[in-house]
T-cell receptor, first 113, second 114 residues
């Protein structure tokens, strides 16, 4: 469905703890997913992606988990740092051959010192 | 490597004026996207180019909006005449392929129409 960004959910995490940001996607046929980080005054920055034939992918300090059964995507950030404070978006691409992505409303991550 | 470069970063103008936003995609990318971001609607796709050809402009709000891509390294989004409701952050993004590859975004143009 359409995303309406009236109010961003906020996740507050203590520095050094792990963060988990969740995203429910809409289309069971979506075959590719991306997590973006957006800092204030900047554009969305690519963090990590995953294709539908996988259920887990790891990067540097980040892990993306995909649960196709319940159409759920999560981003785990290990040892959260102050520089991780930002808004995080998930994006899904619906089926192969399309260029359109559906972006989530975003979650604001606040890292507490 | 240089990322997607947008200009200007900020634009403030009076309603009725023409506004031109510019974008230089990442070299080698053949797909270019213009998005608009607002608090109310999040990120909305306005138009998509592939190999400099507009493929889908169904997201362009009205005839007041137009976009061009004269070559692989430059695109413009024009609003004429501008209205206060056009105020938003406009992002350009590029990717190596249309789908299945991450889109890389510029830092946007924050547009305010008074």
């Amino acid at each position: 469905g359409e995303s309406v960004g009236l109010h961003l959910p906020t996740l507050s995490v203590q520095e050094g703890d792990n963060s988990i940001i969740n995203c429910a996607y809409s289309n069971s046929a979506s075959d590719y997913f991306i997590w973006y980080k957006q800092e204030s005054g900047k554009g969305p920055q690519f963090i990590i992606d995953i294709r539908s034939n996988m259920d887990k992918r790891q990067g540097q300090r980040v892990t993306v988990l995909l649960n196709k059964t319940v159409k759920h995507l999560s981003l785990q950030i290990a040892a959260t740092q102050p520089g991780d404070s930002a808004v995080y978006f998930c994006a899904e691409k619906a089926t192969s051959g399309t260029y359109k992505y559906i972006f989530g409303t975003g979650t604001r991550l606040k890292v507490l010192a | 490597d240089a990322g997607v470069i947008q200009s200007p970063r900020h634009e403030v103008t009076e309603m009725g004026q023409e506004v031109t936003l510019r974008c230089k995609p990442i070299s080698g990318h053949n797909s270019l996207f213009w998005y608009r971001q607002t608090m109310m609607r999040g990120l909305e796709l306005l138009i998509y180019f592939n190999n400099n050809v507009p493929i889908d402009d169904s997201g362009m709000p009205e005839d007041r909006f137009s976009a061009k891509m004269p070559n692989a390294s430059f695109s413009t989004l024009k609003i004429q005449p501008s209205e206060p409701r056009d105020s938003a952050v406009y992002f350009c993004a590029s990717s190596f392929a249309a789908g299945g590859q991450p889109q890389h975004f510029g830092d946007g143009t924050r547009l305010s129409i008074l």
